[in-house]
């Protein structure tokens, strides 16, 4: 009984602990927000990237808590389950044993009964006793089918917290890794930098005159595949559903949105030929991994100068969902089923980005074609774009 008590203490410490820790994370994210909103400096991105590597470490002790709480939770339910598994069994010889005394019992016939006992009172006796017997073997088979469903519901109980706790080390791993890539992208801005604001906005011009010279050629050569019909695939929506109906999730569940769909401030500066921003700006950290916003197909994949690393997705009606700048994809085929629990990717910087963030783009119209220049595979860009805010 102390030891059960002082697990279930133990457990309850380690909530309060992750209730603490999470309320600590929360706060690093709000300042994460914040920031986002400022000018884009050194320091800015610096206290970004130092922010985001102390909610990453804080959440990678969360999930160590709540790792070490389902093995706890285990061990309880293990404990339980062989409790029950003993009291089962002296249920059962309890119950093996009434049977075997009323079948011999019920052996003798009422004559053979009446004439061993010596007095009517002795037969009334044995009757009566007879009757609570039987009242107390319906008892014992109540309680033994009370106590197998108890068992079971334990069984199942620990199978859900065995899946949990692998989910939990599956993450924590995810977390470590994005860690490590965000104090890797730290050491590298400071490296390309050498702490110097002015070096910074160096870099940041030469990546925006890459963007504005990619999307120029990518303007020309949209429109010269869109003319000759040299498509690689071509995927059309069948109907468009109507704004605000939340048909898709997040592809994280810890992010911040740092750039919206259409006319934003930095497309307004000409970064993108001119042209809106087609998807929306997402960032939870280098390496995390990045899922379907619903469940779908894998449609196509590759790198490009521009998007670097990136994946498209057919789902239900033909809407097709891009996801770019990838450290890594997951390497699936074409064809490959996906649920919104499927990882196709990795977040990165991959092409032209000035940091790691995950490009999602919504097509109702989605083609591919290959650069002959270079021979990548590019994807429509400028036409056939929906806003992902629309849906999720």
Do not use: C
């Amino acid at each position: 009984m102390h030891a059960l008590d002082d697990t279930s203490e133990k457990i309850l410490n380690l909530r309060k602990q992750i209730e603490e820790l999470t309320k600590q994370a929360e706060q690093f994210k709000g300042t994460i927000a914040e920031k986002q909103k400022q000018a884009d400096t050194l320091k800015r991105q610096i206290d970004i990237l130092n922010s985001q590597i102390l909610q990453l470490q804080i959440k990678i002790t969360i999930t160590d808590r709540q790792i070490s709480s389902a093995k706890l939770e285990i061990i309880d339910l293990e404990g339980q389950i062989f409790d029950a598994g003993e009291n089962i069994n002296k249920q059962k010889q309890a119950v093996g044993e009434l049977l075997s005394f009323l079948y011999e019992r019920d052996k003798l016939s009422l004559l053979a009964v009446l004439l061993k006992s010596s007095r009517l009172s002795d037969f009334t006796n044995q009757t009566r006793q007879a009757e609570d017997l039987n009242n107390k073997l319906i008892e014992l088979l109540a309680e033994l089918k009370t106590q197998k469903e108890a068992l079971e519901q334990d069984k199942q109980r620990l199978d859900l917290k065995k899946s949990e706790l692998e989910i939990l080390n599956s993450k924590q791993v995810s977390q470590k890794v994005a860690l490590s890539g965000n104090k890797a992208s730290k050491d590298t801005l400071l490296v390309q930098t050498r702490g110097q604001e002015a070096k910074y906005q160096q870099l940041l011009s030469g990546v925006e005159k890459k963007k504005a010279e990619f999307f120029a050629e990518l303007q020309k050569l949209e429109a010269e595949a869109v003319k000759t019909g040299a498509f690689i695939v071509h995927v059309t929506a069948t109907s468009v559903p109507p704004r605000g109906s939340k048909i898709f999730k997040w592809p994280y569940d810890d992010y911040y949105l740092t750039q919206s769909f259409g006319m934003t401030a930095y497309a307004r500066r000409g970064a993108y030929g001119g042209a809106p921003h087609n998807g929306v700006d997402l960032v939870a950290g280098y390496g995390t991994p990045i899922r379907p916003v619903a469940s779908g197909a894998i449609l196509a994949s590759g790198f490009n100068n521009g998007f670097g690393n990136w994946v498209a997705v057919r789902h239900e009606g033909n809407l097709v969902t891009v996801y770019a700048h990838m450290r890594l994809s997951s390497g699936l085929a074409n064809g490959t089923p996906v649920t919104a629990d499927s990882i196709i990717g990795y977040e990165g910087s991959t092409g032209n980005a000035t940091g790691s963030h995950l490009h999602l783009s919504l097509y109702r119209d989605f083609f591919t074609y290959i650069n002959n220049k270079n021979g990548q595979l590019y994807f429509n860009y400028f036409d056939g774009s929906l806003n992902p805010l629309d849906y999720l």
